[in-house]
């Protein structure tokens, strides 16, 4: 026969080793649903900024069509852009002072050389090709965030 307090010493062993894996499986739970809270979070994130990035490009491509048909489409367009550009400058500050400020600046001064100039005027084509070249920096940068996330 075995002592009594042999066997209260097991029993109370036993309990406080079930109370234990149950508090060590809780707090692995926890840390397993935070750090697959965070990743959903930062996949959002991320595709936030792409659709951000993505309607930002739709916007300055639908800038020169504008711009060229005439008939007041064009300021239509260029505020379609500011808008496309206040979502960037949430999602991605980073991007808002240089190169979206480029872009949005060349596309402002496209905008007023094509009301006031014939549209093969030099000066008109050179300001085309500074908004695309603007254009084509941000992309660039765009990319480069995506794919650093």
């Not at 002592?3 to 894996?21: D, E, K, Q, R, Y």
């Not at 397993?32 to 979070?41: D, F, N, S, V």
């Amino acid at each position: 026969m075995t002592p009594i307090w042999v066997t209260m010493l097991v029993a109370v062993l036993s309990v406080f080793g079930a109370l234990g894996a149950q508090w060590l499986n809780s707090v692995r739970a926890f840390r397993l649903a935070e750090i697959e809270r965070r990743a959903k979070r930062e996949e959002r994130l991320q595709q936030n900024r792409a659709d951000t990035y993505a309607k930002f490009l739709v916007a300055a491509r639908a800038l020169r069509p504008a711009l060229r048909s005439g008939a007041g489409t064009g300021e239509a367009a260029l505020a379609t852009l500011r808008d496309a550009a206040a979502y960037i400058e949430l999602n991605a500050p980073e991007l808002a002072d240089g190169a979206l400020a480029a872009v949005l600046d060349t596309g402002e001064r496209w905008s007023e050389l094509v009301l006031s100039n014939p549209p093969t005027a030099p000066a008109v084509t050179e300001a085309d090709e500074e908004f695309h070249h603007a254009v084509r920096t941000l992309r660039d940068l765009m990319r480069k965030d995506l794919a650093d996330e």
